[in-house]
């Protein structure tokens, strides 16, 4: 697969430098651009088409309860060992749901929570795969999953990645979750 994006690659450049000698700017700016959503394509070895929330209530039960679902595919080269990715809950005004410290040196303090979700694999280049995990997230009100990093160890041994997730990559990552400018820090968590 990478061989064949790198190849791909060699080719547009080509091409680009073609269009540069012959003074055709709008082909070059077309290719180049496409050429950097390539490049940019070459790097994820995840890509999650589906993570969110979705009522997670056995038999009528914990009416706030939340599953988080979802659907990803291994897009590079390596078998993956696992994936742990980092997310917050986010509430409809933009704001990561919080709680307070209980019992610790910074009492009543309010502080993010931030969750895991982990998954085990092999999980093998090219193939498609579903996970769930069930009671991951306990909130009264509508609430969105949004991803902030990605952690993926390789089954070879090498080198684990860290993906940090931006307003330039979401899209590259997660392709159906929107980038939202999320407020870390003044969170609310409605007291029971």
């Not at 060699?10 to 496409?34: E, I």
């Not at 909130?139 to 993906?163: G, H, L």
């Amino acid at each position: 697969m990478r061989r064949i994006l790198v190849l791909a690659a060699m080719g547009m450049l080509n091409y680009v430098r073609a269009c540069l000698r012959s003074a055709n700017l709008k082909r070059a700016l077309v290719c180049s651009c496409l050429l950097a959503a390539l490049a940019t394509a070459a790097e994820a070895q995840v890509v999650f088409s589906k993570f969110v929330f979705k009522q997670d209530r056995p038999f009528g039960c914990c009416p706030g309860r939340k599953m988080t679902d979802t659907k990803f595919q291994v897009t590079g080269d390596k078998a993956v060992k696992s994936i742990n990715v980092l997310y917050s809950g986010v509430d409809q005004v933009g704001d990561a749901v919080c709680s307070d410290i209980v019992g610790a040196v910074n009492a009543n303090v309010k502080h993010t929570k931030n969750y895991y979700f982990h998954v085990v694999g092999p999980f093998e280049p090219g193939k498609k795969y579903g996970r769930w995990a069930s009671g991951s997230f306990t909130y009264p009100m509508k609430v969105t999953a949004f991803p902030r990093a990605i952690y993926i160890d390789y089954m070879d041994r090498s080198p684990s990645d860290t993906i940090v997730i931006t307003r330039d990559n979401i899209g590259q990552y997660f392709p159906k979750v929107a980038w939202m400018d999320v407020d870390y820090e003044h969170g609310f968590q409605p007291s029971n």
